[in-house]
């Protein structure tokens, strides 16, 4: 699987890659029929604190998962997105 970390509007550091490619691939311990996954990392502008948005895209045969979510860390929203695309993984594999 190829994981591709896109941070448009801040310079990540390399600890938080890291953590992001750790987390994406064990994705693949439940399919093996990921083709590619995207992670985009941005700040948006909201006065909250819970202004660090993760967005998954995972690419499978025939069809594309999604998930988006805020956090006040970059590594909460990664977690999240990751439960959600695991959610949506399980429910494809069962269809």
Do not use: Y
Request: net charge negative; with cysteine; aromatic share 8%.
């Amino acid at each position: 699987m190829k994981t591709i970390i896109e941070t448009p509007n801040f310079n990540a550091k390399d600890s938080l890659t890291d953590f992001v490619k750790l987390h994406v691939e064990k994705l693949e311990t439940l399919s093996d029929q990921i083709v590619e996954s995207r992670v985009f990392l941005k700040l948006d502008k909201f006065d909250n604190k819970e202004n660090k948005v993760c967005e998954i895209k995972v690419s499978l045969p025939g069809n594309d998962l999604f998930a988006s979510k805020h956090a006040d860390s970059f590594e909460e929203a990664v977690t999240q997105c990751v439960d959600a695309i695991k959610h949506q993984l399980k429910r494809w594999k069962d269809a």
